[in-house]
């Protein structure tokens, strides 16, 4: 189990979890992911959305598991305090289905269950 805080520790480790993540982003564009800023409600300027939604918890922790988790093991669960944004519940689809993995996202809301491209909530969150 692994915890996302703020402390020197993990900001040694953010290098490789941010260059997994860029590999992921990659990827997933070119099966045609695309930033998803519908649901923004803070004013933020077009050039900064990337670096805004680049590193939300759930993505990094996402890149730390598919790091550190053995080939075999298929489940990658991640636990969120807050609602899941619609740029992250993206991703989490492209994910489950790029790297053959199913995510279980708990967010304050409900459980979103990712498995080859598709989540259990049916885009509805």
Not at 30 to 39: A, D
Request: charged content about 35%; proline content about 1%.
């Amino acid at each position: 189990m692994n915890e996302f805080r703020n402390s020197e520790e993990q900001q040694v480790e953010l290098k490789e979890k941010i260059a997994k993540l860029e590999e992921l982003e990659i990827k997933a564009r070119e099966k045609g992911y695309e930033l998803n800023t519908e649901l923004v409600l803070h004013n933020i300027e077009e050039e900064d959305m990337e670096d805004y939604f680049g590193c939300h918890s759930e993505k990094l922790a996402l890149a730390l598991e598919l790091l550190s988790a053995p080939e075999g093991e298929v489940v990658i669960r991640i636990v969120k305090n807050l609602r899941v944004c619609g740029d992250c519940h993206f991703l989490m689809k492209f994910a489950s289905e790029l790297y053959g993995r199913e995510i279980v996202l708990r967010d304050i809301k409900r459980f979103h269950h990712f498995k080859d491209g598709q989540c259990s909530c049916s885009d509805y969150w």
